[in-house]
């Protein structure tokens, strides 16, 4: 990959957003935020200008199986983020480095300055059909795997694959926390194998595909030809990237990074480590759920977050 681009000198002062991903949305989501601020209503219509469908509407008020589908859950996230980042830099709250957990890279990227909200609406509206196909063509699955370190699951995945099966860990989320991903075979008897290899818990994900593997390959071709149609520029700040949980601002190193992600694992508690290193001192979660916040403290004791989604976090947030 590009390089990265200049060093980035620690800053002991910041604020790290760290935006969620697919599993975080849920029917409701940024309905509060955009009834208390017009510049999140706002965010909201224009994605419903964009996409050319109420995209609110099924954020608001569902139903929730049309929510969780992937083409519409990418961009209702999207569009749940963007609402808040508007709403806090309005109050003054703005990070000085940000990273985002799958999808929510997409949104990073939108929150520094690198790529166009509609754009990224676009983009990631393409991404979400170009998996569900893709999970469609090659069925696959995901599972969470509790309680075995990142060697071990590694392990376990090698133990069961049989044949040409594809299956790898997907997620490291947090340590002994790992999303396994591939064909569905695999997976199911990765499951039934994982408490012999010492793991706590493993359970299926209900999921449209297996993302973040060699399966998604199909959607990371449409993903590149929809890539090359958007103009990137410089990042205000740097994100780190999930493929490799280096801070990137040249438009140059983020366009191979946002492809090769579709098929290689999120490394997340690499990203939030960076983070920490680099110089953040408080973590805010923008959209709905807690899940990333939740992970903070199974990465490093000593990290405190904020999940930011609706009005009474946000005015707690900017007063603090």
């Not at 992937?70 to 109050?91: C, F, I, W």
């Not at 075979?185 to 993302?211: C, D, M, T, W, Y």
């Not at 493929?243 to 090769?260: K, Q, W």
Request: charged share 20%; proline share 7%.
């Amino acid at each position: 990959m590009p390089p990265s681009g200049p060093p980035v000198v620690a800053d002991r002062s910041g604020v790290a957003f760290q935006f969620p991903g697919q599993g975080s949305q849920v029917v409701g989501m940024g309905a509060a935020l955009a009834d208390a601020y017009p510049e999140a209503r706002a965010a909201f219509r224009e994605a419903d200008e964009v996409l050319g469908f109420a995209l609110s509407t099924i954020c608001w008020e569902g139903p929730e199986e049309r929510l969780r589908a992937t083409e519409n859950a990418q961009p209702a996230l999207l569009a749940h983020s963007v609402a808040v980042v508007r709403v806090l830099g309005g109050r003054g709250v703005r990070p000085a480095w940000a990273a985002g957990h799958s999808l929510g890279e997409f949104s990073a990227y939108v929150a520094a300055g690198s790529v166009a909200f509609a754009d990224a609406l676009r983009l990631v509206r393409a991404r979400g059909e170009a998996m569900a196909e893709a999970g469609r063509t090659t069925p696959g699955s995901m599972a969470a795997v509790l309680g075995l370190d990142d060697a071990a699951v590694d392990a376990l995945c090698r133990s069961v694959r049989r044949g040409g099966e594809v299956l790898a860990p997907a997620n490291f989320n947090a340590p002994g926390q790992v999303v396994i991903s591939g064909s569905r075979n695999a997976v199911r008897r990765a499951i039934e194998q994982a408490r012999h290899h010492g793991a706590r818990k493993a359970v299926e994900l209900p999921v449209s595909g297996a993302f973040h593997s060699t399966l998604m390959a199909p959607a990371a071709a449409r993903l590149a030809t929809a890539l090359s149609e958007v103009e990137l520029r410089a990042a205000a700040i740097p994100v780190v990237a999930n493929v490799d949980a280096t801070p990137v601002t040249d438009p140059e190193a983020i366009r191979p990074r946002l492809l090769a992600q579709l098929t290689a694992p999120v490394r997340w508690t690499a990203c939030v480590e960076r983070l920490r290193d680099l110089g953040a001192v408080r973590f805010v979660e923008p959209g709905p759920g807690t899940v990333l916040t939740a992970l903070l403290r199974r990465i490093d004791r000593d990290l405190d977050g904020d999940a930011v989604g609706g009005p009474e976090e946000v005015e707690t947030l900017a007063a603090a």
